[in-house]
């Protein structure tokens, strides 16, 4: 079974300047998360989509950062403008849903420098 | 609101010795919990989760971990460490009835040869 796939692996900007990540759930899978993770620090959930809806988006800094699963299978998440402290690793999580017992599968992540 | 606390940011075990990495949450009613392992430059992969039931659970790799609802813990465990264990390990807390999965700081594992 392939896994969670996420491109690109790595990006560099300047500030201001904007940046979109891709991600393509396992196979199946109705639910996907959208994860950042600064240095030295755990995930922190930004979105989750159930399907093509939004079901948890309270942490997305929605002034800058934008999220779209339009058919239900790949996303994209935007950054415009960028920051620096949005310098971190991104990571894409899908799960099989159930009832908050289903396992996160996650992807490699793409890890974005803002200079 | 849910949280996780990993009090130890480094653990250093010697090769062939067991191994503990400790983790502390805090949920207002039942806890799903979550054990991930992260190698540089990789996503996180998944070891283990107690959901309910047997209070020790295991998973992936020879690892274990003990669900203690008294001290709200969920330790990590191996009874024989290998070097290739040496990565960073995340503990993860979801309250039942949510969405959210939070995660602690993360510990990075040392297996020493």
């Known amino acids: 079974e392939a896994g969670v796939a996420q491109s690109p692996r790595y990006k560099i900007i300047e500030k201001r300047q904007s940046v979109a990540f891709w991600c393509n759930p396992i196979s199946g899978h109705a639910t996907l998360y959208w994860y950042q993770q600064i240095l030295g620090q755990g995930p922190k959930l930004l979105i989750q989509?159930?399907?093509?809806?939004?079901?948890?988006d309270s942490q997305l800094p929605k002034d800058r950062f934008s999220a779209e699963r339009l058919k239900g299978v790949d996303s994209t998440l935007k950054i415009q403008p960028a920051k620096l402290e949005d310098s971190a690793v991104y990571l894409c999580a899908s799960s099989h849903p159930t009832s908050g017992t289903d396992t996160q599968y996650f992807g490699p992540g793409t890890r974005l420098t803002v200079l | 609101a849910q949280s996780v606390a990993q009090p130890e940011d480094q653990v250093n075990v010697a090769e062939g010795n067991p191994l503990t990495v400790k983790c502390t949450y805090s949920v207002s009613g039942n806890p799903y919990l979550f054990w991930y392992v992260q190698y540089p430059n990789r996503g996180l992969q998944f070891l283990l989760k107690?959901?309910?039931?047997?209070?020790l659970v295991k998973g992936s790799y020879g690892f274990e971990a003990e669900f203690n609802k008294s001290q709200t813990s969920f330790h990590l465990k191996k009874p024989s460490a290998l070097v290739s264990d040496s990565a960073l390990y995340f503990c993860g807390v979801r309250e039942a009835g949510s969405y959210q999965l939070t995660f602690g700081k993360g510990t990075k594992l040392s297996v020493i040869p």
């Open positions: 107690y959901i309910t039931g047997d209070n």
């Open positions: 989509f159930q399907n093509n809806g939004v079901v948890d």
